[in-house]
């Protein structure tokens, strides 16, 4: 079933003379896990904004074509209703957290839904559980790690019960072990809990794997969309901007320097270019 649709979308800042998103028509399904790369500034964000409905209503601009999330048209629906359905989380998660306890801080948009006491305890409860997070309960959201602020900041918008995540390069302040631990726990809110994910990220090599689709932007525009293995298969060397993860680059010199065909695969992780070997020296 189809959870974000856009048609014909056009957005741009007002003040600037360049539309930042471009033509976009798209449609993401329910329990997809999405990867947005391109290059700095090619609209990623701006994309993201577009689908809470932070764009219209908190960015000026001019938005031309239409977006629904979860059948919710996003000209039509104020940013709290949309929030329900497809909850963002930010870059810097200090932009998120209120300093106060974590479980109040995780409360605090509950509480300005007006949810029944009992039911923010449960809500907040399952996402603290659900992030790994149980025993920050009671601390300051002050004296958290980037790592666990990150994941604090994810608690507070699952504790909505949102369909959809959207993630704005949620590692990018972070150490690579704690990057990996957040990557982590993000597949599995996908893989055991069903929530559709749309992440903008520069590390693919961790998210690639995992992810059921790859769509690659370039000044606005959609310019490679499809399972990451076919993306890669036929962009070996990415133009726009992206990282090609090292173990793709490293079987593709492979291929070309030695004639190694791997039995047309490419290998998306270390794990796997390994299984593959093994097969194809068998
Ligand atoms: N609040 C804003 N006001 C005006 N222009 C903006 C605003 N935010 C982004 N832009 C412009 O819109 C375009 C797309 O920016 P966006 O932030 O969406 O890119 P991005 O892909 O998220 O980049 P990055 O990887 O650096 O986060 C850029 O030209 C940027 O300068
Ligand atoms: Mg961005």
Redesign the pocket.
Known sequence: MTIIKSSNLWFK?S??S?W?IREVNIEINEGEFVVLA?R????????MRCFNGLIPHF?EGEMIGKVEVCGLDTRENPTYILSQYAGMVFQNPDNQLFALTVEADIAFALENLSIPKEEIRERVDWALRVMGIEELRDKSSLELSGGQKQKVAIASILAMRPQILLLD?PTSSLDPFSAKQLIDTIISLNQKYKITILI?EHRLDLLLPYASRMIV?DD?RIVLDGKPREVLDKHDVMPYGVSVPRIVKVATQLKKSLGYSFNHVVPLSVEEFVEILRRWRN
């Open positions: 800042y003040g600037s360049e930042a391109g700095s500034g090619c609209g990623k964000s701006t994309l960015y390069e903008a932007i606005g």
